[in-house]
């Protein structure tokens, strides 16, 4: 029989579990962390739920929310609203960018100036360029030159230059919602305990090794050495950086991570009613609070506010530039045709749920396993 190894448990190990078992493989799955589930795992903090950063459920492509949605069904929140916190104006304004909000800013008029001077997109070559092009140089001031900064702990988002990763964004919306990504679906696990249910379901044909750290790997010959024995795979789908995989042969590459902090409010709200989270834009030390609750949607006297704070203490977010992408390229081509990386990490990408899922399915078609039908 076919042998698999999963490397990783978060939403890419175990999707490829799910469909892989689906094969009638023998698959096994090694995490390191005592639960599966990774970035996308409902803890509990003094009864509210919440994850690390929000992880809602973003899609243009309604067949990956039917998949998710048959295991745990989901609710719709199409009228999610973000704001940007603009300390120099000082307001909150919708984000995506909203055209309305441009005449409540004090500068209202050299913003409309920009505006009417705008020539396209088209020839950018990086962040900067492109939002400047898009928005004109005072919005790119309020909302993007500060945020981005200081989300990537870099000193010009001129280094951004592989930027389309948004896809789902638009840089100024105009019409009557406010909402963010009115363009694509938009949903939340209706149960309590979030996606928690999918990865128990994904895995359920599955060998899981928790709190299982891999000691060394030899790729070439499809072998990982776990409490110092070597066992070799006829498939591994790793969902780790592939600089792991490779022992670091071409370098290493760039990751930013954040560090996350809760706290409590004894209010039953914080935020107005159609805000799920706010965006800082200015010398705070964080760039977004959450509030769990917009999400989860349970009734509690108090509510939990998540905030995210970039930091270099864990792997979160692949740099979104040539040279880093170009390095991340080189150890993907070199692995074995049997050995798939995936998943965030796994693909050195700025990838969410709903393509993590997409990529599962693009492995299982080249594996010969159907893809599933909804
Ligand atoms: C702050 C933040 C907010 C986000 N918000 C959203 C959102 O709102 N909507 C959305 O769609 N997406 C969001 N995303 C992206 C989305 O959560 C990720 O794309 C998705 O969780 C990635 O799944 P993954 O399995 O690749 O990685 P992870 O969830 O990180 O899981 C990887 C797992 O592999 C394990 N692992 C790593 N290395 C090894 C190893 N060597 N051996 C064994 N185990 C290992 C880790 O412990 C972890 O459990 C967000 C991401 C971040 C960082």
């Not at 780790?240 to 706290?263: A, H, Y």
């Not at 964080?286 to 917009?294: A, N, Q, S, W």
Request: proline share 6%; glycine share 8%.
């Amino acid at each position: 029989m076919t042998t698999v190894l999963v490397i990783g448990g978060g939403f890419a190990g175990c999707c490829a579990a799910h469909l892989l078992s689906k094969k009638g493989w023998k698959v096994t799955l090694a995490e390191t962390a005592p639960f599966l589930g990774g970035g996308c795992k409902t803890f509990f903090y003094g009864g509210h739920p919440y994850t690390y950063g929000p992880r809602h459920f973003l899609t243009q492509d309604e067949r990956l929310f039917d998949f998710l949605n048959q295991y745990v069904p989901m609710r719709r929140i199409p009228g999610h609203e973000f704001l940007t916190y603009v300390e120099r104006d000082p307001g909150f304004y919708h984000f995506p960018i909203h055209r309305d909000d441009v005449a409540l800013m004090p500068d209202a008029q050299q913003v409309e100036q920009e505006l009417g001077q705008l020539n396209g997109v088209e020839g950018a070559h990086n962040l900067e360029e492109y939002w400047i092009r898009s928005v004109g140089p005072t919005l790119y001031s309020k909302f993007i030159d500060g945020y981005s900064r200081k989300m990537w702990q870099i000193s010009s988002n001129t280094e951004i230059d592989d930027f389309a990763f948004s896809p789902k964004g638009v840089a100024l919306k105009t019409g009557p919602t406010k909402a963010a990504w009115t363009e694509a679906v938009s949903a939340y696990p209706l149960k309590i305990n979030g996606y928690d249910d999918y990865f128990d379901i994904a895995t359920r044909d599955t060998t899981v090794y928790l709190r299982t750290k891999i000691e060394a790997y030899d790729i070439a010959h499809s072998r990982v050495k776990i409490n110092g024995e070597w066992h070799t795979y006829d498939v591994i789908v790793s969902t780790t950086s592939p600089e792991v995989l490779l022992n670091g042969v071409f370098g290493p590459l760039r990751w930013i991570g954040r560090d996350f902090l809760k706290i409590v409010l004894p209010i039953e709200h914080a935020f107005p009613e159609h805000v799920y989270f706010l965006y800082y834009a200015n010398q705070e030390p964080f760039t977004r609070i959450v509030e769990y609750k917009k999400f989860y949607q349970y009734q509690a006297p108090t509510t939990l506010l998540g905030l995210e704070i970039p930091s270099f203490s864990n792997k979160l977010y692949p740099y979104p530039v040539k040279k880093d992408q170009a390095i991340a390229q080189r150890y993907l081509d070199a692995l074995p045709e049997n050995v798939f990386s995936i998943g965030r990490a796994g693909s050195y990408r700025y990838i969410d749920v709903d393509d993590i899922i997409a990529q599962c399915f693009e492995m299982a078609a080249k594996l010969d396993i159907p893809v599933p039908q909804v």
